[in-house]
């Protein structure tokens, strides 16, 4: 059985009318210790997903569907039950640590909660558990760091907080939303390499989600590609990069930086509002492979070929023309 398993998840936003779904049919499911890539521009249900996961979603959001892990389904358990799960066989790195963090309290002390509420241990236990947590996140001088307030560190030094709060308990999976936003190039590469170095350490999962192409290449083994709050493409990584088959993907990947000299071919239009979506396929009216079928009918996810003999490592497109495009 993988991990977490994913079967025909929607979300929806309550409304004054009727709920407005951002998320269609999602489907997809992460191995023990695998790293999975979920990729998409803003707005199109990535962190809604991760939320949905860790059963913290908005007020007037609600998911319907099956989720998954280690056999139990995270939609039918109650209140008392996911937190329980939840910073201790589930943790989630946050986009942006400055808002995650709590500003009138050390860092030493929001991390030492998580290991008194979920493990038991003294104040002092958590404490010195604390301290060996942000050396092993490589945070210097971790006996004066843990008495500082989120304000008085640096970005970097904030997101290794929440790293070390993250992985207190040693969980299954982890979910990195974004670690790397509003950090410079070089702290990015630290903070990926860190989480790497910890997934092999640790033996867990990491659901890594990001609007960067390029982090994916280099840090996930499978990949997702999101749009419109629908999988459009699930395939491995090199086979993604090396044989895109959907023309959401293949535009992302042309709208990467390549030789100097060589424009940027940018996909044409917008991400259209959950609630103004187009008939049939949710990305024809962007499609330059768009035929007068497409805009009749939305096509399921469907399998189109098999590289290694495991079923999670089909490749999965939602396009009638897949095979058509080279």
Same mark, same amino acid.
């Not at 059985?1 to 998320?23: E, Q």
């Not at 497109?317 to 058509?324: D, F, L, N, P």
């Given at each position: 059985?993988? /991990?977490?398993?994913?079967?025909?998840?929607?979300?929806? =936003?309550?409304?004054?009318?009727? $709920?407005?779904?951002?998320?269609s049919?999602?489907?997809?499911?992460?191995?023990? +210790?695998?790293?999975? #890539?979920?990729?998409?521009? +803003?707005?199109?249900?990535?962190?809604?997903?991760? !939320?949905?996961i &860790?059963?913290?979603? $908005?007020?007037?959001?609600?998911?319907?569907?099956?989720?998954?892990?280690?056999?139990?389904?995270?939609?039918?358990?109650?209140?008392?039950? &996911? %937190?329980?799960?939840?910073?201790?066989?589930?943790?989630?790195? =946050?986009?942006? *640590?400055m808002?995650? /963090?709590? $500003?009138?309290?050390?860092?030493?002390?929001?991390?030492?909660?998580? /290991?008194?509420t979920?493990?038991?241990?003294? @104040?002092?236990?958590?404490?010195?558990?604390?301290?060996?947590?942000? %050396?092993?996140?490589?945070?210097?001088? *971790?006996?004066?760091?843990?008495?500082?307030?989120?304000?008085?560190?640096?970005?970097?030094?904030?997101?290794?907080?929440?790293?070390?709060?993250?992985?207190?308990?040693?969980?299954?999976? /982890?979910?990195a939303?974004? *670690?790397?936003?509003?950090?410079?190039?070089?702290?990015?590469a630290?903070?990926?390499?860190?989480?790497? @170095?910890?997934?092999?350490?640790?033996?867990?999962?990491?659901?890594?989600?990001?609007?960067?192409?390029?982090?994916?290449?280099?840090?996930?083994?499978r990949?997702?590609?999101?749009?419109?709050? %629908?999988?459009?493409? !699930?395939?491995?990584?090199?086979? !993604?990069?090396?044989?895109? @088959?959907?023309?959401?993907?293949?535009?992302?990947?042309?709208?990467?930086?390549?030789?100097? #000299?060589?424009?940027?071919?940018?996909?044409?239009?917008?991400?259209?509002?959950?609630?103004?979506?187009?008939?049939?396929?949710? =990305?024809?009216?962007?499609?330059?492979?768009?035929?007068?079928?497409?805009?009749?009918?939305? $096509?399921?996810?469907?399998?189109?070929?098999?590289?290694?003999?495991?079923?999670s +490592?089909?490749?999965?497109?939602?396009?009638?023309?897949?095979?058509?495009?080279?």
């Open positions: 059985m993988p /991990l977490l398993d994913i079967k025909a998840l929607h979300i929806f =936003f309550r409304s004054m009318n009727s $709920p407005i779904k951002v998320v049919d999602l489907n997809f499911e992460i191995e023990e +210790s695998e790293v999975f #890539g979920l990729v998409g521009e +803003s707005g199109c249900g990535k962190s809604l997903t991760a !939320l949905s &860790m059963g913290i979603l $908005p007020k007037n959001a609600y998911s319907e569907g099956v989720i998954t892990f280690k056999g139990s389904n995270l939609l039918k358990l109650d209140k008392e039950s &996911m %937190r329980r799960l939840r910073g201790n066989e589930l943790s989630m790195i =946050f986009q942006e *640590p808002t995650s /963090l709590n $500003p009138v309290l050390t860092v030493g002390y929001q991390v030492a909660e998580v /290991l008194t979920h493990r038991g241990l003294s @104040k002092k236990e958590a404490m010195d558990n604390t301290i060996e947590l942000f %050396r092993a996140v490589k945070i210097s001088s *971790p006996e004066i760091r843990i008495k500082e307030y989120p304000h008085q560190m640096s970005g970097g030094m904030r997101q290794r907080v929440m790293i070390a709060m993250a992985i207190a308990c040693k969980p299954s999976l /982890l979910i939303d974004e *670690p790397t936003t509003a950090l410079d190039v070089t702290i990015q630290q903070i990926l390499e860190l989480i790497q @170095k910890l997934r092999e350490e640790m033996k867990m999962a990491v659901l890594l989600i990001t609007h960067d192409l390029g982090i994916i290449a280099e840090n996930a083994q990949v997702a590609i999101m749009y419109a709050g %629908r999988l459009m493409e !699930l395939a491995d990584v090199h086979e !993604l990069f090396n044989n895109p @088959k959907h023309p959401y993907t293949i535009g992302l990947l042309e709208s990467l930086p390549k030789e100097k #000299g060589i424009p940027l071919k940018p996909i044409p239009g917008f991400v259209p509002e959950p609630d103004k979506l187009p008939p049939g396929c949710k =990305f024809s009216d962007r499609c330059r492979f768009a035929k007068p079928e497409c805009k009749q009918h939305e $096509p399921e996810l469907r399998a189109i070929s098999s590289f290694i003999p495991r079923p +490592s089909f490749h999965f497109v939602r396009c009638i023309r897949a095979e058509e495009i080279t």
